[in-house]
């Protein structure tokens, strides 16, 4: 009797370890050899059909011949960003979950929002920096100013008596006007809008005297024979190319005026070094390719790529330069 009870708690003691063997390795991180064995999703913190969402598209396509796997773009949009960077931070470190980590998210909201419910520099691990690109400040083609510097001198003539439009609190628009006015040491009242369409309509409108946007999103109002906008200065080191006329800030005498809008791939705290390099090679080498090249400069952005290190050390660099702003302005997400 006793053998047989030893043999039958040996056979349990057997078939635990058997299934706490293929438990944990059901649920074991995959290694880069055997990843991605099945889909990925990619989270973007935005709605579908914005300039995020395309490129987040092509690089999700990219992925999925390089990989030989489905990858497939969820769009979690809110909060400025903040619901669909969180649900990366949140998801399992296991590089089936990825997603776009762009300005706000990752270098202003844990300033900007009293709680924010993830830490950006502690919750993500950087994957590759994919682009950026300048934004230009602009008057509406009905303006009585022509260059950067008559705007300045009409701002110090009247403070609090130029406005200048946003596509939200805490935007690239924001931000890069607030510094603008830092720097150039004049005021302006800050007019807030719900994306950058209506803060573009009431520019060309003259209900606003000044609006910076993304290069790509004045373009439109720019050519032709009837343009809506006057682009007065642009916020890159040298004169784009699409822009040729448009000083930078630098030439107009405002120092300290180099701003991008940029994003790249995120992954969640703890995705093994070698899944991280895995998708940093295949999406390095999408980047190189034609129609990655000529969709992302058409817009007048900057192809970058580069290692995850990198890119933390540019995220870093970028959190320190916008928290700085937003205490010392005091700006508070609405």
């Not at 030989?68 to 903040?82: C, H, L, Q, T, Y």
Request: proline share 7%; charged share 15%; hydrophobic share 45%.
């Amino acid at each position: 009797m006793t053998t047989l009870r030893c043999r039958l708690a040996a056979g349990a003691i057997g078939t635990a370890a058997l299934a706490f063997t293929v438990s944990t390795l059901a649920q074991a991180p995959a290694t880069a050899g055997d990843y991605p064995s099945r889909v990925i999703t990619f989270v973007v913190p935005y709605a579908a059909g914005g300039s995020s969402d395309t490129r987040s598209r092509q690089i999700a396509n990219k992925l999925a011949i390089a990989f030989g796997k489905p990858v497939i773009v969820e769009n979690r949009p809110g909060a400025g960003g903040n619901i669909g960077t969180e649900y990366i931070a949140r998801a399992a470190p296991d590089g089936y979950v990825i997603g776009l980590g762009n300005f706000a998210p990752l270098a202003v909201n844990k300033a900007l929002f009293p709680k924010l419910n993830f830490d950006p520099a502690t919750d993500l691990v950087p994957v590759v920096m994919i682009e950026k690109g300048p934004l230009v400040m602009s008057v509406g083609r009905n303006s009585p100013y022509k260059t950067a510097q008559e705007l300045i001198a009409a701002a110090k003539a009247k403070p609090d008596g130029m406005s200048y439009a946003s596509g939200g609190i805490g935007g690239s628009h924001h931000l890069a006007a607030e510094l603008f006015k830092q720097n150039a040491s004049i005021n302006m009242v800050h007019v807030a809008y719900k994306g950058g369409a209506p803060a573009s309509t009431d520019l060309i409108a003259g209900t606003v005297d000044v609006m910076f946007e993304w290069i790509f999103a004045v373009m439109p109002y720019v050519g032709g024979s009837d343009p809506k906008m006057r682009p007065l200065a642009i916020t890159s080191a040298q004169r784009s190319p699409l822009l040729k006329d448009v000083p930078t800030f630098a030439e107009v005498g405002v120092k300290g005026m180099e701003i991008s809008n940029w994003f790249g791939v995120v992954a969640p705290k703890g995705t093994p070094a070698a899944i991280v390099a895995k998708l940093n090679e295949a999406i390095n080498k999408a980047l190189k390719e034609p129609d990655i090249v000529k969709s992302v400069t058409s817009l007048g952005d900057e192809v970058v790529g580069g290692s995850p290190e990198q890119f933390g050390a540019f995220i870093k660099g970028e959190s320190a330069r916008w928290s700085a702003l937003v205490k010392t302005h005091n700006i508070r997400a609405e």
